[in-house]
């Protein structure tokens, strides 16, 4: 079946610009969830949401970022005022459930000039 | 100190070697763990779950030190293929969902 998607897959902007990323879970995961991945960094958590509501924003970096979730599917993580260290691949991966294995994206490679 | 910490390599393995690598974890509290597996510029996919008493995969065999808070994966008779950064991951009991926390991955180069 299909897996997570995500779009764009590149995204260059200039600095100080909004972007917004999206991530379709796999049908039926009620369980979604962002990283990044930047050079230097590793992956690093982001956000969990379970259906709709967001119960852990525990790894957003900033206030500049936001994510939201609708009709317990597609998600969007925008980031706001766009900065170079926002450059990273952001990766998107559904579950099942809270606790069931991940499954990633290809994610979204933001190049912040 | 990082949560999760992997030697980053790279392994330089001739193929049909085995080799085998750890990743330590400072968190007492971590519940499960696994070895998911990254090819460049791809997403990670999860290799192997690891359990208490050790696994196996076929070639991959997963180990879990509780006592000493380190998993290891060895990798036998090493193919073209297994050349890839292997991504240690651990989670938390949480009341909410199951964050990953990443080591920042060992990278393996299996050569002819």
């Known amino acids: 079946g299909a897996g997570v998607s995500q779009s764009p897959s590149n995204k260059v902007t200039e600095k100080g610009k909004d972007v917004e990323l999206r991530c379709d879970p796999i049908?039926?995961?009620?369980?979604l969830y962002w990283y990044r991945q930047s050079l230097g960094q590793g992956l690093e958590f982001l956000i969990y949401?379970?259906?709709?509501?967001?119960?852990?924003k525990s790894g957003l970096p900033s206030d500049r970022f936001s994510a939201e979730r609708t009709g317990g599917s597609v998600s969007t993580l925008t980031i706001q005022r766009t900065q170079q260290e926002d450059s990273a691949v952001y990766l998107c991966?559904?579950?099942?459930?809270?606790?069931?294995?991940?499954?990633f994206g290809p994610g979204t490679r933001l190049t912040v000039l | 100190r990082k949560e999760v910490e992997q030697d980053p390599g790279p392994f330089n393995v001739p193929e049909g070697a085995t080799v085998a690598f750890n990743c330590t974890y400072s968190n007492s509290a971590s519940q499960s763990f696994f070895w998911y597996r990254q090819d460049c510029r791809k997403e990670p996919k999860l290799l192997m779950s690891v359990y208490s008493s050790g696994n196996e995969d076929g070639r991959f065999t997963a180990q879990l030190n509780r006592a000493s808070q380190y998993i290891s994966l060895l990798i036998r008779d090493s193919k073209l293929s297994d050349s890839a950064t292997y991504l240690c991951v651990v989670t938390v009991p949480k009341v909410a969902g199951n964050k990953l926390t990443f080591g920042g991955g060992t990278r393996v180069l299996v050569k002819p």
């Open positions: 949401f379970q259906g709709n509501s967001a119960p852990d």
């Open positions: 991966a559904s579950s099942f459930g809270g606790k069931d294995t991940q499954y």
């Open positions: 049908s039926g995961h009620t369980a």
